[in-house]
Nanobody, 126 residues
Framework: QVQLVESGGGLVQAGGSLRLSCAAS????????MGWFRQAPGKEREFVAA????????YYTDSVKGRFTISRDNAKNTVHLQMNSLKPEDTAVYYC???????????????????WGQGTQVTVSS
């Protein structure tokens, strides 16, 4: 059974940084896509960043390019999202997600991702 356990959320001032972590277990993730999504109150869940575990190919939504970095720690089976230059509009619940795929092309629609973490709150004050 796939489990995704998130940590690292919190309150930070605009311009600050935060690092989210997602511990993945239950599978060998060689043929999985791993990603981060976020959902602000009253808004739909949206794609933030993702990578292909085996190929280390990364994808970002335009609003976070240059500010966020998705990465992995193979030894710890953990996905990270380093968030720099945070803005108030980044405030949301951030979710870690996993989806089996043999393709290097990442699908960004949340409905196409099977496994999800519980979410961690990120609040950016202005």
């Amino acid at each position: 059974q796939v489990q995704l356990v998130e940590s690292g959320g919190g309150l930070v001032q605009a311009g600050g940084s935060l690092r989210l972590s997602c511990a993945a277990s239950g599978r060998t993730f060689s043929n999985y896509h791993m990603g981060w999504f976020r959902q602000a109150p009253g808004k739909e869940r949206e794609f933030v960043a993702a990578f292909t575990w085996s190929g280390d190919i990364t994808y970002y939504t335009d609003s976070v390019k240059g500010r966020f970095t998705i990465s992995r720690d193979n030894a710890k089976n953990t996905v990270h999202l380093q968030m720099n230059s945070l803005k108030p509009e980044d405030t949301a619940v951030y979710y870690c997600a996993a989806q089996y795929s043999s393709s290097t092309a990442v699908v960004t629609l949340p409905a196409n991702w099977r496994y999800w973490g519980q979410g961690t709150q990120v609040t950016v004050s202005s």
